[in-house]
């Protein structure tokens, strides 16, 4: 079924989705984000396939072999270090947030406080 | 909004976008199929380079201004992470306690440090030839030094990571990128393109400013983690809340000590 790498990313962007909507931590929530995020390497990576292609890397493999698509491999990188990068800044939010009002339940957090 | 009702909402919206992906799915082509334009031009390009690993031709040198975005991305993390979680008003540090590491572990540690190290400079060095490159060897320098962490104690590490050095690499990483791309200019050329010469194709000197800019990034995100990671493990060891829950309110001090 060629339909079934696309359908995972799917799977996971709306699985992720889900754990942020019923999130009772941020900590959590901010897991959260990054299982919706790595639904997008699944889809880039799936576009990417090329059957019987091995790593765009012409080191060791003859210059004709065939290879999946580099674009997509990059764009995969780009993805994981924005990733990588945002969940860091988030978890320093939620430090910050846990500092002033004392819960990291996102329900609690209703009162504005400077 | 109800937990209830916030429930049903995201069910029904995610009914919807499951509907439009699947109709959007069947649309794409086959996977794995042999449809790949932009791979084949990039793979074309990157021979054109004397690149060997197309993935970093596409990152450092095709799509070098955006790897640039990329690498500011980083860049502006790191500092509002820093920015976030500095020491606020009431709390205080204390020394971080000496921990009791078993003789195996200790050895272990500090036996694979300098392989960590080596191989993480090596995926740096070779980005243009083998898979790697500035961003996942950079990630393993850094993380070879926090073996010391697990190994010995926190103490040991502070002392092999004088912080501000590492600040400073943080921003020359950023900055040696930038002025790779002023001196291709200055050299004649558009911002950031391949100026230098190519070299021999699949060896250490191949891809020209590839090379350079592997360099630069690699020094970025192994200073930025490391003074990421410092900041965390900051609050995490060094950094004592104060004994008074502070939502809870009222209360100045001591009376409503609930075992913080």
Request: a neutral charge; one cysteine or more.
């Amino acid at each position: 079924m060629t339909l079934l790498p696309y359908l995972v990313a799917g799977w996971l962007f709306l699985i992720g989705v889900y754990g942020i909507v019923v999130s009772r931590d941020l900590i959590h929530t901010v897991g959260c984000l990054s299982v919706t995020q790595s639904s997008t390497y699944v889809l880039l990576l799936a576009v990417g396939y090329r059957d019987g292609g091995t790593a765009p890397v012409y080191a060791d493999v003859p210059k004709d072999a065939r290879v999946v698509d580099p674009v997509v491999q990059a764009l995969t990188l780009t993805d994981v270090v924005v990733g990588a990068t945002v969940t860091a800044l988030l978890l320093a939010l939620v430090i910050q947030l846990h500092k002033r009002h004392g819960t990291v339940d996102p329900d609690q957090l209703s009162a504005l406080k400077g | 909004m109800t937990r209830r009702a916030r429930f049903v909402l995201f069910l029904v919206a995610a009914a919807a976008v499951a509907l439009l992906f699947v109709a959007a799915f069947v649309r794409l082509p086959p996977f794995g199929g042999d449809f790949h334009p932009y791979g084949d031009r990039a793979v074309r390009a990157a021979f054109a380079h004397r690149t060997a690993n197309a993935v970093a031709a596409v990152n450092f040198d095709q799509r070098a201004l955006d790897t640039l975005g990329e690498e500011t991305i980083l860049f502006s993390a790191v500092l509002g992470a820093v920015v976030l979680l500095r020491q606020i008003a009431g709390e205080r540090r204390r020394p971080p306690r000496r921990a009791r590491v078993s003789g195996a572990i200790r050895r272990l540690g500090v036996a694979m440090l300098p392989v960590a190290l080596l191989t993480g400079l090596y995926v740096v060095a070779h980005g243009q030839i083998t898979p790697g490159g500035g961003f996942q060897g950079g990630v393993v320098v850094a993380t070879a030094l926090h073996l010391l962490y697990v190994a010995a104690d926190y103490g040991a590490l502070e002392r092999v990571r004088p912080l501000s050095l590492y600040e400073i690499g943080d921003a020359t990483g950023e900055a040696a990128y930038v002025v790779t791309g002023v001196a291709t200019v200055l050299a004649g050329s558009a911002f950031l393109a391949n100026v230098l010469p190519w070299g021999t194709f699949g060896t250490l000197t191949s891809a020209g400013t590839v090379v350079v800019l592997n360099a630069a990034v690699g020094m970025e995100v192994a200073c930025g983690v490391v003074v990421l990671l410092a900041t965390f493990l900051d609050q995490a060891v060094e950094i004592e809340e104060p004994s008074h829950a502070p939502a809870s309110g009222g209360t100045p001090d001591g009376s409503g000590g609930d075992a913080g």
